[in-house]
């Protein structure tokens, strides 16, 4: 589960690359590119704040934060 | 070649081999060293293309908080030294499946586009800049945004706090 919250943050990143070098290389003469990547990274950590605390909590009832044993909600 | 590129290329190397070993190796204390490193080539990125602040707040927010917390959490939940499971082989012919897809899409798309070249004058990426528009509430203004991702902010830090609290303190009520 962490890898999953891992790859999620990879993923984020890869995004805030492209923003910040389009508005780089395309509209040099704007700032909007800056501003999404900033309340990206934000989200982003919120977002694993949030995933922590769930997989800390998922780990004191279920002793496993595999995917595979959280399964009472499956269906 | 000049310094530049040279630089570029090593810092493209940098994150995406990072990336790569982040997601394919096996022991999960190994996986979060690698995005480590991925996450400071990609503030190394940000500082190539002259922007600073994004450079430090990446350095700050992911290299500082999340990725400490990522590792707090893998030394809370488990034996750093543990192997994970090897995936199945059809998950991984899916994913690379996927991954194939993904890349033929984007570069079918990007093809035939040409980019087209700016001729403004590049604005000033100074903080003072930044802070002044991100603050303003004229046309290109981000005023209603920063409101609201610090409301999110505020939310998350108390779902965090409330998610974690102990049961026990819920039955005393």
Known sequence: M???????ELILN?????????????????????????FIITIAAAEAAVAIA?????????????????EEMRF | MSASAIF??????????????AVTSKKIFRSAIWLLFSL????????????????????????????VLIIFSIFLTQQSGKQMAKPSAGRIVFSLLAVCIGF?????????????TSSMAPVDMSVRN???????????????????????????????IVIAMKIKTRTNE
């Open chain 1, 2 to 8: 962490i890898t999953m919250l891992m790859s999620v």
């Open chain 1, 14 to 38: 890869s995004v805030n690359i492209n923003f910040v070098s389009f508005n780089k290389y395309l509209y040099p003469d704007k700032l909007d590119g800056v501003f999404f990547a900033i």
């Open chain 1, 54 to 70: 769930i997989i800390i909590n998922l780990y004191r009832s279920h002793h496993s934060i595999d995917v595979k044993d959280a």
């Open chain 2, 8 to 21: 570029f290329y090593i810092l493209s190397i940098c994150i995406l081999g990072g990336g790569l070993l």
């Open chain 2, 40 to 67: 400071i080539g990609i503030a190394g990125l940000y500082f190539w293309m002259q922007m600073e602040f994004i450079a430090a707040v990446q350095i700050i927010v992911y290299v500082g908080g999340i990725v």
């Open chain 2, 104 to 116: 033929a899409l984007t570069y079918s798309l990007l093809r035939p586009y040409v980019f087209p």
């Open chain 2, 130 to 160: 930044i802070g002044n528009q991100m603050l303003s509430t004229t046309e290109h203004g981000y005023v209603v945004p920063l409101e609201v991702v610090s409301v999110l902010l505020l939310a998350a830090m108390i779902g965090c």
